[in-house]
Structure formats: C-alpha cells, structure tokens
C-alpha cells in the first residue's frame, strides 16, 4: 500500500466559554488541494472540548480518506502541548478525550502535531464559526440532531450540562 500523506488543520471554540461549541477539519492532500471538509455542532461545552472534537474528528475523516500519515496543525497551544506530552491534562473528561486521541492515531504509521498561529488556521475558524453562526439561528440547535457523537455517548463535562 502506498503511503498517503495528508495535512489536517483543526479547530474547535465555544462562544461564551462555556457556550454553544463547534469544531471543524480541513484536510489537504500532499499537492496542498483541500480534499476534505468537516465540522460538528457540540451544544454546550467549553473551548478545550471543542478543540479535542476537532481532533478526533480529524483523525476519522483522515482514516476514512485513506490516510496513512498525518500532519495535524492547531491553533491550540495547550492541545498540541498535552498530545506531546509536555503538558499533563487534570481535566476527567479531557483525558477520556485524550484517550480516543491517542487510540486513533495508533491506526496511521505517523501522526505528528504542531502548533501554527491562528492566522494560519484561517480555513478551519472559518468553518466553526459557520457552524455557530447556523446553530444561532436555530432555536433548539441540539434538537435537530446536531449534536456530536461526543455528546451521545456522554462524554461531557458534568458541571455544565
């Protein structure tokens, strides 16, 4: 098999923090082609859950593309901190998210994680604050079926739903 090497850009935010909370992936094949587009409405959580989603949901739309190598670029300092281990993460509901992290990585034969300036991740806050701006419109966002499966499986934390 031959190796397929993707660039992923992440995000994820809450308006309020906490507040209403959306993450998003861009992924570009090795030419630098947008090749992929996704993002999740969250409902309530905070920005550090947010941009974990966006993690997880990275590594699953790169699985499903394909992918066996990884570069993912965040604007979180404290999420590529924690992933590489410089960081310890107190949070219950983060190391669960941390957890899945690691799990999926382990499906490709290289992920690596970098920090890049917030206006180098311009794609990617784009497409959150899309999200956000649709979930305001509507009157119970969280009733439509559009919150993650983060959500559905009550991976939360607990002092704010």
């Known amino acids: 098999m031959k190796n397929k090497k993707l660039k992923v850009f992440i995000d994820g935010g809450s308006r309020g923090n906490p507040g209403h909370g959306a993450c998003a992936a861009v992924i ?10 996704e993002g999740k409405y969250l409902g309530h959580c905070t920005n550090n859950f947010a941009e974990y989603t966006g993690f997880i949901l990275a590594l699953s739309t790169a699985l499903r593309l394909g992918a066996t190598e990884l570069g993912i670029f965040s604007d979180s300092e404290l999420l590529v901190r924690q992933f590489n281990g410089e960081y310890r993460i107190k949070d219950p509901t983060l190391q669960v998210l941390m957890g899945e992290i690691k799990k999926g990585s382990s499906a490709f034969k290289s992920v690596t994680v970098s920090h890049v300036p917030r206006g180098r991740n311009v794609h990617a806050d784009k497409l959150v604050n899309v999200i956000l701006d649709n979930a305001r419109a509507m009157k119970n966002p969280g009733l439509a079926g559009t ?10 934390q607990p002092k704010l739903f």
């Open 28 to 37: 570009f094949d090795e030419k630098g082609v947008i090749i992929g587009e």
């Open 147 to 156: 919150i993650t499966k983060e959500c559905d499986r009550k991976l939360h």
